[in-house]
């Protein structure tokens, strides 16, 4: 836990991810197979129900504290004084010092999104997008090709049981926290939480996602003050509109030596170009 905050209460309610099943193949064999969890979770603040999530509950309270970050609930650490997880009865109750200012307006402000696992927004978080103000990026190429390298050792969870989307902070080429979830926005969300928690620091950050970048996710990540996105999948058109807006590098499609660089050109550096394109860009000058 972080120094920020010593007298927060926090429980530590992180469970099983998967469970073993059989099923029967196409040679008609029983097999023994990990499928992942999925658990519901319902967030009370301050005894008001606010959200269920669907989650693995791999960091359940690093997924609620980063939850109530990006959708504006609460706007730092220090407010907290406990958040306490119970999977008996499927509820994380967080208190807070004081009553989170606009509450019942957030609770009616909902936008149906295309997220996995969530599904709804917090209709005013679109509103102050406007005011986030991100450091201008730097990437290189050979980093981004070192980084998917590195990336490819913690889809722990992925690689026994499918079905769950991981999400990371990385410095470099260095990935420094990661997690997996049922959704890549609870993953995202436990990444916001854990970034609190840790004191992670957003600057020279690049955040990676195996799910498409939507909307709400370079909003989310926007508001963690990160300026590059690095997705395995592909990006939306209003997704790509925000980045735009916001100055945020994008690179989607990416895998071993491939990538689509959608926003941010003139902070990408191409120093890993193969020699045949170098080559032929030598041969045309």
């Not at 960091?59 to 306490?84: K, M, S, T, W």
Request: proline share 2%.
């Amino acid at each position: 836990m972080s120094s920020q905050n010593m007298k927060l209460v926090l429980s530590k309610a992180a469970t099983h991810l998967t469970e073993s099943v059989k099923a029967l193949d196409e040679k008609g064999q029983f097999r023994v197979v990990e499928i992942a969890c999925e658990r519901p979770l319902t967030i009370y603040l301050n005894k008001r129900e606010i959200v269920t999530l669907m989650t693995l509950g791999g960091d359940p309270e690093a997924l609620v504290l980063g939850y109530l970050r990006n959708q504006g609930f609460i706007l730092a650490l220090e407010e907290v004084q406990a958040v306490q997880v119970d999977w008996d009865v499927e509820a994380a109750v967080v208190v807070t010092s004081g009553e989170p200012p606009g509450l019942e307006d957030k609770l009616q402000q909902r936008t149906v999104t295309t997220g996995c696992g969530q599904g709804t927004m917090f209709g005013s978080l679109m509103e102050k997008i406007a005011e986030v103000s991100l450091p201008k990026a730097h990437i290189k190429q050979s980093t981004v090709y070192a980084l998917l390298n590195n990336l490819n050792r913690h889809n722990e969870t992925y690689k026994n049981a499918g079905a769950v989307h991981g999400c990371a902070i990385c410095e470099g080429e260095e990935v420094v926290a990661f997690v997996e979830d049922v959704g890549r926005h609870n993953a995202v969300d436990t990444l916001a939480g854990r970034m609190w928690l840790d004191g992670i620091s957003e600057e020279n950050k690049i955040f990676y996602t195996t799910g498409r970048l939507t909307s709400e996710m370079v909003i989310k990540v926007a508001q963690m003050g990160i300026p590059v996105l690095l997705s395995r999948s592909g990006v939306t058109q209003m997704g790509l509109e925000l980045a735009q807006e916001l100055g945020i590098t994008m690179l989607a499609r990416a895998k071993g030596k491939h990538f689509l660089l959608f926003s941010g050109e003139d902070s990408l550096l191409l120093d890993a170009m193969p020699e045949s394109k170098i080559q032929a860009m030598e041969a045309v000058s």
